[in-house]
Each structure stands twice: as structure tokens, then as C-alpha cells.
């Protein structure tokens, strides 16, 4: 009965399906990078070659930066949800308060 009534007054259900879309894009740069330091060795490798921006590849095509600037972007975007969809419980609390 209050999980239908949460869902139709608060964005609570857009913004839990958006934290766990946040969590799969974490877990996919973190095996991008992971895969990408391994190269399928049992410890980290070497970082590879430098491009002409200072940016470190590897063999496996993956942009080390790249990806970090994607994970920090995305660790932005889950606090920011994670904080909103905090104060739309909040308010769901206010309201069934006697």
C-alpha cells in the first residue's frame, strides 16, 4: 500500500532505477580498467604507450583518463540522485506526519 503511494507522489521510483543504472556504468568502467591494466596478466602491467595528449592507453584501446574523467562524472551523478531521492523520502515522511 505505501510503496504505490510512494511511487505515484515522489520521483522515488525514477530515481532508485537511476541509482542502480549509475551502479551497472560503475561496474562496466571498472572492468574496463581492470581489463586493461591486467592485459590478461596475473598482475598490473606497465602502463602502455602515451599519446599526444598525455594520455595513457593501453594495448587493449582503452583511455585510462578517459575512463577515470567517466567514473568521476559518474560518482557525481549517484551522490547528486542519491541526495535527491534522501529528501524525497524526507518529504514522504513530513507528509505522514499526525
Known amino acids: 500500500?505505501?510503496?504505490?503511494?510512494?511511487?505515484?507522489?515522489?520521483?522515488?521510483?525514477?530515481?532508485?532505477d537511476a541509482l542502480d543504472i549509475g551502479t551497472q556504468r560503475v561496474r562496466a568502467i571498472a572492468d574496463r580498467v581492470s581489463k586493461a591494466s591486467l592485459l590478461n596478466q596475473d598482475g598490473f602491467a606497465l602502463p602502455g604507450s602515451s599519446t599526444a595528449n598525455g594520455a595513457i592507453t593501453t594495448s587493449a584501446g582503452v583511455d585510462i583518463e578517459t575512463e577515470m574523467i567517466n567514473l568521476a562524472d559518474e560518482q557525481l551523478r549517484y551522490e547528486a540522485t542519491s541526495k535527491l531521492l534522501a529528501k524525497a523520502y524526507d518529504q514522504v515522511r513530513t507528509a505522514l506526519k499526525p
Do not use: S
Open 1 to 16: 500500500m505505501i510503496t504505490g503511494f510512494i511511487g505515484r507522489v515522489t520521483p522515488a521510483g525514477e530515481l532508485k
